[in-house]
């Protein structure tokens, strides 16, 4: 059974950096479309990042140009680097996983699209 735990979430001053880590178990991640979501109290969860065709990423409009996804199949992990972060960018944030029966990744930001979650990371950003 495949597990997502985030960590790495704190609160951090308007233009700070963080690093989210989701740690995978229970797969090999390889067998996984994976992605980030977010959602701040009061909203709709949000996709932010997701794995697409040919190892590339697609990202929100809110994001893209700040935060970087990657993955380490060997440490069976999910990294996000997020820059240049923005009061807006406080959230809680989530990794997210479906399983690959196409053989790729979609790329897809909607949330009914997966359907393995992790517990979420805080992230809390002060002007």
């Known amino acids: 059974q495949v597990r997502l735990v985030e960590s790495g979430g704190d609160s951090v001053q308007s233009g700070g950096s963080l690093r989210l880590s989701c740690k995978v178990s229970?797969?090999?991640?390889?067998?996984?479309?994976m992605a980030w979501f977010r959602q701040a109290p009061g909203q709709e969860r949000e996709g932010i990042a997701a794995a697409a065709n040919r190892d590339t990423t697609r990202y929100s409009d809110s994001v893209e140009g700040r935060f970087i996804h990657s993955r380490s199949n060997a440490e069976s992990a999910l990294y996000l680097q997020m820059n240049d972060l923005k009061p807006e960018d406080t959230a809680m944030y989530f990794c997210?996983?479906?399983?690959?029966?196409?053989?790729?990744?979609?790329?897809?930001?909607?949330?009914?699209?997966?359907?393995?979650w992790g517990q979420g990371t805080q992230v809390t950003v002060s002007s």
């Open positions: 229970g797969t090999p991640l390889g067998r996984y479309c």
């Open positions: 997210a996983a479906v399983e690959n029966i196409r053989g790729f990744c979609s790329g897809s930001l909607r949330e009914y699209d997966y359907d393995v």
